[in-house]
């Protein structure tokens, strides 16, 4: 009862997310597939089961396949263009998952790189071999520690307030 308490709360704070999640069902029952604005596709032919959760599982999929599809691709693309442009011995690229993406960079060139990740994280520049002009503000977040999974965190507004190491 309280957790649809809060969930009603939600949507009527917030009504287009509904919306959108109608949409997003409607599409997937009728295309048995999702696309992200990148054009990665999903096929969901679950969401024709006649058993509730499997069929649930599948719309819930059709619902955030396409956002997170496009923030994975948008990691990627990032990937793509700093791979090239930090110097072996300043960092490199170690990981990522989803859409973050683990730097580790020399102590004493840290802040330069970490400016040049977020701009670029920020506005890829293959967005534009996709035509894509994203219908919101890309704000990337970093964190910064000398330990994987700690840190302080910070976007390109904090940036020059952070004090590391």
Known sequence: EEGKRHRDGFFALFPEILRYHDRRIK???KKLKVESPTGRVRHLVNVLSTVGYIRAGAERQAINSPPQGLGAD???MGIVEMTPQ???EEGLI???????????LRQDVWK???KKI???????VLLDTFQLEP??????????SQYWGEGEEFTLETLDTIKFP
């Open 94 to 104: 170690v990981g990522d998952i989803h859409d973050a993406v683990l730097f580790e």
């Open 118 to 124: 977020l701009t670029t994280m920020e506005h890829p």
């Open 135 to 144: 219908p919101i503000r890309l704000i990337a977040e970093g964190k910064v």
């Open 86 to 88: 930090i110097p072996k």
């Open 112 to 114: 330069k790189w970490a």
């Open 27 to 29: 599409e997937v029952k």
């Open 74 to 76: 948008l990691a990627l």
